[in-house]
């Protein structure tokens, strides 16, 4: 007899919430690229017909409904192949997380989920309930009858089982366990897995690759891609496994509606399955760029604005979000091609890249009495540079106009030595209204710069330089920033940026003179990083961050101080970081409380805590 040789696949779709004609367009896309490809075993991500990211809307009758319908509707298109394809399954007024098998046409059973993911940014116990090991059950959909739970399937004869997403990550309650004692030769799993520094090597490695071996299986991981509902990127991450070897990996974040990636397995020898060569890069810097540039490409063609305004100080903050959107063209343009990449986004007699980065993207650089002129001309030189549409105009008459109302209701002057943050907050948002105007006129979406260290400690002017209505780079820490732009303009040709990369980071709201910088006002960023992954990420109280940290630092009165200066302002700042803009998910966490962490808005300020820390010898 001769070995069993079956095509399996992942694909990678590109979906957004209850886009039902085009989350099934892209599905019937992949299965038929598949069938062109001979593939007999598909799958796909997880909750795919109706995206994974509908929230509350899972705790309708209706929504699981209609996946249902549409389901109904892709399986005729599964000739000769088998298919799983995620969806939510609600009955006995409960929510499940499910994957059904179309076989060759026919819906052979609904696998569901068993493990919720409910940590970071994911609340998935809110809308799913968690399925029983090794139950299962039948019910009616209309006029169907269908198995549900815990199914093996016989595919192609190839014993096959599911774990979905967070199943992969239980560790002693995987269900592929139950699933090798059951004889299962092939675990799929369909995932929603958020794009993350690093992730995709645990994935391949903690969930994949260790998969197939502590199962002795051939093991299919296969993620979302893109920015599927604002926050949350995926990365379309394809792993293919067997039995503690990497086959094939995909090439991650992808511009495409959809990816396959297909590998002919040997059930019977597997030292014959070909391992495939991959050309994916993991390069923290490289998969920021790519990454950042998906988000903000489906962020843009999925809310059908017409492109991005920017108030571009010269600083890098609002540097890295011009360099970002030049990267989204390039990057767009070069995979999709130039007549697709242009259709995509409504674009019509656009020559080239930095005609297209001139009509996306509209920067003003909006100068005070207190703006120097190495802001402007680094604002100026990096516009031009990259293409973007450039204007600059001065803000200081609204500035006078508000001071002097303030000045004639309080009947005297305001002056620096009383009232700083006054003075300074003015500045920046005087400059909201007309910057919310440009982007108002031309249709577009208004960045704001924020940053995650800002974030932290609150270092940003509510109405001011937090006005807008998407943060690119609200995830990501200062130091990363700093350096990530030097990167670029070595490694990606921005040679605009020598202007930026050579200034002080400062926010320019105090008379020159005064020598404003950023690190003056707050605390080193390296420190300020520092205490963050162990106060924030960690979970850790100041005493705690003090001893992890008091063996690297000389002055440990000023540590002292700079802890008690961070929680200080955390607690201080939450209403701030309420009102944060939606920002990408790019690190192992964030501040944005509605995806990552959530702090109250009113608290009793880590008094007994920062107590505790002054006892401290």
Request: proline residues 3%; hydrophobic residues 40%; negative net charge.
């Amino acid at each position: 007899m001769g070995s069993r040789i079956i095509k399996i696949a992942g694909a990678t779709l590109n979906q957004t919430p209850i886009d039902w004609a085009n989350n099934v367009d892209n599905i019937l896309s992949a299965i038929e690229a598949a069938k062109a490809d001979g593939v007999k075993i598909l799958c796909l991500p997880e909750l795919c017909i109706t995206g994974y990211g509908c929230e509350d809307l899972f705790l309708s009758d209706w929504l699981s409904e209609k996946a249902f319908q549409k389901l109904l509707d892709i399986a005729p298109q599964c000739n000769g192949i088998s298919v799983g394809v995620g969806l939510p399954v609600r009955f006995d007024g409960i929510t499940y997380n499910g994957v059904a098998v179309i076989d060759n046409r026919k819906i052979r059973g609904v696998t569901l989920k068993q493990n919720l993911a409910r940590d970071g940014v994911h609340y998935e116990p809110r809308w799913f309930d968690a399925w029983k090991p090794m139950a299962t059950k039948k019910i009616k959909i209309g006029d169907h009858e269908l198995l549900v739970g815990d199914i093996i399937y016989d595919l192609h004869g190839i014993k096959t089982g599911f774990e979905i997403c967070e199943d992969g990550w239980a560790n002693e309650k995987r269900p592929g366990y139950s699933l090798k004692e059951r004889g299962v030769e092939l675990i799929l799993n369909g995932s929603a897995s958020h794009f993350a520094f690093g992730k995709s090597v645990v994935r391949e490695l903690e969930v994949a690759l260790d998969g197939s071996q502590k199962f002795n299986c051939t093991y299919l991981f296969v993620n979302h891609l893109g920015n599927e509902a604002g926050r949350m990127t995926y990365d379309g991450d394809i792993v293919i496994a067997q039995k503690g070897k990497i086959i094939a990996v995909n090439e991650r974040l992808s511009f495409k509606s959809f990816n396959v990636l297909s590998c002919d397995i040997n059930f019977d020898d597997p030292e014959k399955t070909e391992i495939q060569p991959t050309r994916d890069n993991k390069e923290k810097n490289e998969e920021f760029g790519r990454a950042a540039s998906l988000a903000l490409y489906d962020y843009l063609r999925k809310s059908k604005a017409k492109g991005f305004v920017l108030s571009l100080s010269g600083g890098a903050d609002s540097s890295c979000c011009a360099v970002l959107v030049a990267e989204m063209v390039r990057r767009a343009a070069k995979e999709l091609g130039w007549k697709k990449f242009c259709e995509s986004l409504g674009l019509t007699f656009i020559p080239n890249e930095k005609e297209a980065v001139a009509h996306l993207l509209t920067c003003a650089y909006q100068g005070t009495k207190n703006s120097s002129a190495s802001t402007l001309n680094a604002a100026e030189k990096l516009a031009q540079s990259i293409g973007a549409g450039f204007h600059h105009w001065t803000i200081d008459d609204e500035v006078t106009s508000y001071e002097t109302k303030i000045e004639a209701a309080l009947g005297r002057p305001l002056v620096w030595e009383t009232d700083d943050i006054a003075k300074q907050n003015i500045q920046a948002r005087a400059r909201s209204p007309i910057i919310w105007m440009l982007a108002n006129v031309k249709q577009s979406i208004l960045l704001t710069t924020s940053n995650r260290s800002e974030g932290d400690v609150g270092y940003a002017t509510m109405d001011g330089d937090t006005s807008g209505s998407l943060a690119p780079i609200a995830g990501v820490d200062k130091p990363f920033i700093l350096q990530w732009l030097k990167w670029a303009e070595k490694e990606l040709g921005y040679a605009g940026l020598s202007y930026v990369n050579n200034l002080t980071p400062t926010a320019e709201l105090r008379p020159l003179e005064r020598a404003q910088t950023d690190e003056k006002d707050l605390m080193p960023y390296s420190l300020l990083v520092e205490i963050e992954n162990l106060g924030i990420y960690q979970r850790k109280k100041p005493a705690d961050v003090y001893l992890q940290l008091v063996g690297s630092y000389q002055d440990h009165a000023a540590l002292k101080n700079y802890i008690k200066k961070f929680f200080k302002l955390w607690a201080a700042n939450q209403w701030k970081r309420e009102r944060i803009a939606p920002s990408f998910h790019f690190d192992n966490l964030n501040v944005d409380p509605r995806s990552w962490c959530r702090f109250p808005i009113l608290s009793g300020g880590f008094s007994d805590e920062l107590a505790e820390l002054d006892k401290i010898a």
